[in-house]
């Protein structure tokens, strides 16, 4: 089990755990894809591919220098495979109240 970060649109972010990328699927609603986001060095997150432009936006994200959105549901992951800390979680908290 390891534990992650979900954000929904118009929700709370919450701490949940899972044991394996079927549990992504569910929380994403459908199939996911992995992006970063230039400020959350070593943390990913996972998103609905067919999300974009028809699911509610949840907040913004800079990939490789270029603004974009996340649609739909959110997993914040660590991105070496490992459960989120609570040191991660404190800096996700802060992304958000800054995007959100």
Sequence with gaps: MITVYVKRPHEDA?????ADTDVLNELVD????VVADDNLTG???IVNEDARGVLAN???ITSEGYLDWVYGP???VKADGLSLT??????????LAAKV
């Design 43 to 45: 943390i990913s997150l």
């Design 14 to 18: 919450y701490k949940t755990e899972i």
């Design 86 to 95: 609570d040191t991660d979680i404190e800096l996700i908290d802060q992304f």
């Design 58 to 60: 949840n907040f913004p």
């Design 74 to 76: 959110c997993v914040f």
């Design 30 to 33: 459908g199939d996911f894809e």
